[in-house]
T-cell receptor, first 111, second 112 residues
Framework: RKEVEQDPGPFNVPEGATVAFNCTYSNSASQSFFWYRQDCRKEPKLLMSVYSSGNEDGRFTAQLNRASQYISLLIRDSKLSDSATYLCVVNHYNQGGKLIFGQGTELSVKP | NAGVTQTPKFQVLKTGQSMTLQCAQDMNHEYMSWYRQDPGMGLRLIHYSVGAGITDQGEVPNGYNVSRSTTEDFPLRLLSAAPSQTSVYFC???????????FGSGTRLTVV
């Protein structure tokens, strides 16, 4: 079983739609979590950290459920520019530099 | 700040050749990593470092060597290139284990 699993998608949505990405992780020792965005043939870029209490940044909301080992990202009022691959990432402090990436979920927002 | 700089951006190697992918960061980050990205496989950790002089293996270390003689530089060496090493390689750095990585723009390597 992969340590971080995401729905591979692709998700095809119209502009203005709300879209949710889900992610599960298998290692209960995972200590912090992130969502990254990756545009085609570019490097991943940090979108937001995920906190236990949930956090919001504009149209983006991230949630964490440690009991279920589940992370989510909600994008409201999606824009054409949101088209990208979204990567779920888990972090292990006691393993130094190890960030473990999910395979990513591709999003395509259409006019 | 330049951030994380990777060179070269593109490289074609013949099977059996060796080469070094360069990575440098100017943010004084202690933590650095190398990932490779293949279609359908996501980003996989090759090697990582928690400071100058300290390195460790990731998920897919075979065929690669690293060293960390300075905080700024973290080169990745391919010892004897194989077609299976055709991939996009990303270097990344971060100041502590509690935050996310900043990535370089990648090196696209083809081994023929």
């Amino acid at each position: 079983r992969k340590e971080v699993e995401q729905d591979p998608g692709p998700f095809n949505v119209p502009e203005g739609a709300t879209v949710a990405f889900n992610c599960t992780y298998s290692n209960s020792a995972s200590q912090s979590f992130f969502w990254y965005r990756q545009d085609c043939r570019k490097e991943p870029k940090l979108l937001m950290s995920v906190y236990s209490s949930g956090n919001e940044d504009g149209r983006f909301t991230a949630q964490l459920n440690r009991a279920s080992q589940y992370i989510s990202l909600l994008i409201r009022d999606s824009k054409l520019s949101d088209s990208a691959t979204y990567l779920c990432v888990v972090n292990h402090y006691n393993q130094g530099g190890k960030l473990i990436f999910g395979q990513g979920t591709e999003l395509s927002v259409k006019p | 700040n330049a951030g994380v700089t990777q060179t070269p951006k593109f490289q074609v190697l013949k099977t059996g050749q060796s080469m070094t992918l360069q990575c440098a960061q100017d943010m004084n980050h202690e933590y650095m990593s190398w990932y490779r990205q293949d279609p359908g496989m996501g980003l996989r950790l090759i090697h990582y470092s928690v400071g100058a002089g300290i390195t460790d293996q990731g998920e897919v270390p075979n065929g690669y060597n690293v060293s960390r003689s300075t905080t700024e530089d973290f080169p990745l060496r391919l010892l004897s290139a194989a077609p299976s090493q055709t991939s996009v390689y990303f270097c990344a750095s971060r100041p502590s284990p509690y935050v996310g990585y900043t990535f370089g723009s990648g090196t696209r390597l083809t081994v023929v």
